[in-house]
C-alpha cells in the first residue's frame, strides 16, 4: 500500500511575500509536495515554484495542472528542466487539457473541442519527454513539429520528472494511464460560457469507474500509478457537527447543478472533505484502503495540519 502524499497550495488571493512561510510550514507539518495551479487570475506558476524550492530541503513542487494550450511544449521543456536543475530534482510535471473557456476568450486563444484538446496534449507530452531525453529530437505531429532538436538543460530526474495527469473523463484518464506516474482523479466538468460541474462525478460509484478505466488502459503499469484526488464544490471543513455541514455542501451542490445527491454520497465522495480530525483520519484511510488513492491535494493546510501530522508517510 502506498504510504500518504499531501499536496499543499495557495489560494488565488495569498500574499505571494508569505509564500516561503507557508512552504515551510508545509514541509514541517509533513506535506510531500507544494502545488501551484495554472490560470491566469492566479500567480503563474513556476516562479513561485523555485521560490519554494529554494526555501526547503525535501519539498517536492509541481504543478496542478499546466494548461498545454498557453505554451509551447519545446518552450515549456526547457523551464521545466530547468526549475528541476534549480530545485535538486523535486519537481513533478502536472499537465492537462485546459478547460476554462472564459481564460481562453480574455486573450483570443481559440478552446478547441476537448478532442482536440486531448490530441494536443498527447502530442505535447511526447514532445516534452522527447526534449527531457538525450540527443536531438524530431517529431511532426497535427499540432507540433519539432526538428533535430537538442534541448537543454537536462532534467535532474531521468528518463524525467514524474508526470501528473488528471481528468474526469475517459479519454484523458486513457491517456494518463498510459503516460503519467500520477494521476488525478477529478469530477467530469460540463462545458459551456461557464464551466459546469457534473454532481454525479464525485461520487464514488464514479470515482470507482474511473479507476477501472485507468487500470483497464494501464494494464501491468498500473501497480507503478499513485492516485491522487482533491476537494471540490467546497473547501476542506473541519467540525464537530459533520451531519450539518455535508447536509449545507449537499444543498450547494444542488442549487449549483439542479442535482440532488444523497447526504452519503456527499459525505463519502473523495471529494468531499468534511469532518472532525478523527473522522477526516478515518476517511483518508478508507478511500486508500478501498480505492487506492494515497495523494490528496490540502486547501486549509491549518485546519488539516492534525491529520496530516497524523498520516503523513504512513
Known sequence: MRPFRFLATFDDDTDLAKLPELARRAEAIGCHSFVIPDHLMYPAPLLPLATVAAVTEHLRVGTFVLNVCLRHPAV???????????????????IGAGWNKPEHDAIGIPFEPVGTRIRRLTEAIRILKGCFAEGPFSFAGEHYTITDFDAAPAPVQRPHPPFFIGGGGKRLL??????AQIIGLAPRIIPGDVPGLDAPSITVAATEEKIGWIREAAGARFDQIELNTYPTGGPMVLTHDTRAEVRRRADQIRQKTGVELTFDEVRDSPHVFIGSTRELTAKFLELRERLGISSFLIDDLEAMTPVIEELAGR
Request: charged share 25%.
Open 76 to 94: 515549456l521543456a526547457q523551464e521545466l528542466a530547468t526549475l528541476d536543475a534549480l530545485s535538486g530534482g523535486r519537481l513533478d510535471v502536472g
Open 174 to 179: 486513457t491517456l494518463a494511464a498510459r503516460e
